[in-house]
């Protein structure tokens, strides 16, 4: 059975740091593309960082330069570390894994966790 588990998410001001973590089972994170995606008060979820297999990465524009993706192998866990933090940056944060392909939709890929809420007051 494949889990994704997130963690590290909570409440900051404007400025701040937090580092999610997503903890798989079931699955190799080294063996699969990794990606967080957010979803915001409506309905919109959009995907803010992709880390796949070759070690490539592409990260939304609007969180370059302050979030950074990476993976830990032998915890088998990916991580999301979130600086100078935005009251827009606020959402639920959810980790997804596919083995096939990066996808732009969090619903696309196979295995997706719970999320973990991140709200950043001003």
């Known amino acids: 059975q494949v889990q994704l588990v997130e963690s590290g998410g909570g409440s900051v001001q404007a400025g701040g740091s937090l580092r999610l973590s997503c903890a798989a089972s079931g699955i190799s994170v080294s063996n699969y593309c990794m990606a967080w995606f957010r979803q915001t008060s409506g309905d919109e979820r959009e995907r803010v960082a992709v880390?796949?297999?070759?070690?490539?990465?592409m990260m939304k524009t609007a969180v370059t330069g302050r979030f950074t993706i990476s993976k830990d192998n032998a915890k088998n866990t990916v991580y999301l570390q979130m600086n100078n933090l935005k009251p827009e940056d606020t959402a639920v944060y959810y980790c997804?894994?596919?083995?096939?392909?990066?996808?732009?939709?969090?619903?696309?890929?196979?295995?997706r966790g719970q999320g973990t809420q991140v709200t950043v007051s001003s």
């Open positions: 880390l796949n297999v070759g070690g490539g990465i």
């Open positions: 997804a894994a596919d083995s096939y392909a990066c996808q732009s939709k969090l619903s696309s890929y196979p295995f």
